[in-house]
């Protein structure tokens, strides 16, 4: 009996959710192709000091928006510093911007989410009304407008950066919150929710054991699409102009360089590099999501 025992608790184990979802996951071939192409981009932005040929803010005046030459195989951009070299840093900014953002975002719309689903009432009706000012409020032009009232005062070049993710957290949680909020009211009306407020189970075992396991795929699949549009607001307003300083490397501020016509036509090097990490980085960021959808939806496992 001992023995039975124990082989059925090495199935269970082996037999988890979290691990047949993570089976199910590497199952399919175009997410990982994805999550190895996301990782290779990460570790490239890691380490490319070792990898840059320049300096990234060296300039060579005498050759601003230069051609692809054996010394500055992608030009060089708008201030005569070479492309290559920013492009290999380029991605740390974008996609730390986009990472630290959409924590931050998911910090705080899960928690509200969560609280406000959970005891409704009051409570619920207040924190709504603020997430519902919050999601009115004009994001971009709040953006374009601090950015004009505080740019030239930030010393730190790296000080816009800071601004630009603390504006995107604080304004941007309010469509997470909703989300998780619907979720947590759709849970509530399950069994094994009444069953644990029936025997006294303590609200933050609830919650952590129960709540947050059953919207987890929800939540996943929702940071993944928070973090590619994170990636895609720094590249925005960095091409216009109102991102981050134009000294730090970024896929955004490298486009900008493209607004002049003949640059366009005439010298694409310079901006399709960026255009095509932001593009594959999006695309590859959507299909990882998609694949752990899939993965941890319980419909779709056996």
Do not use: C
């Not at 005046?61 to 030009?75: A, C, E, F, V």
């Not at 603020?130 to 505080?150: R, S």
């Not at 094994?192 to 396991?213: E, N, Q, R, W």
């Amino acid at each position: 009996m001992i023995k039975r025992h124990n082989n059925s608790t090495t199935i269970n184990k082996a037999s988890s959710p979290t691990r047949i979802a993570l089976q199910k996951f590497a199952k399919n071939k175009i997410a990982m192709a994805s999550l190895i192409f996301l990782i290779l981009i990460a570790i490239i932005s890691i380490i490319a000091p070792l990898l840059a040929p320049l300096p990234i803010n060296q300039q060579d005046l005498l050759n601003i928006k230069g051609d692809m030459t054996s010394q500055n195989i992608l030009g060089t951009d708008s201030g005569g510093r070479d492309n290559f070299s920013r492009l290999l840093y380029a991605g740390r900014m974008s996609l730390s911007i986009g990472l630290v953002s959409t924590i931050g975002m998911l910090v705080i719309g899960i928690a509200i989410g969560v609280i406000s689903g959970f005891f409704g009432g009051l409570l619920d009706t207040i924190l709504m009304r603020v997430t519902e000012f919050v999601m009115l409020f004009p994001f971009l032009i709040f953006a374009i407008v601090l950015n004009a009232a505080l740019g030239d005062k930030i010393k730190n070049p790296y000080g816009s950066a800071i601004i630009l993710v603390a504006v995107i957290i604080i304004l941007s949680w309010g469509g997470i919150a909703r989300l998780v909020r619907g979720k947590v009211m759709q849970e509530k009306e399950n069994e094994y929710f009444l069953a644990a407020k029936s025997i006294g189970t303590p609200t933050y075992k609830i919650i952590l054991k129960h709540l947050l396991p059953n919207i987890l795929s929800v939540v996943i699949v929702q940071a993944t699409l928070t973090f590619a549009g994170m990636i895609v607001v720094e590249s925005g307003l960095s091409f216009l102009g109102f991102g981050i300083s134009k000294s730090i490397p970024s896929w955004g501020n490298m486009l900008s360089d493209a607004q002049e016509g003949d640059i366009i036509s005439s010298k694409p090097w310079i901006w399709m590099p960026p255009a095509l990490m932001i593009m594959f980085t999006i695309l590859s960021i959507n299909f990882v999501g998609e694949g752990l959808k899939d993965a941890f939806n319980p419909k779709g496992r056996k």
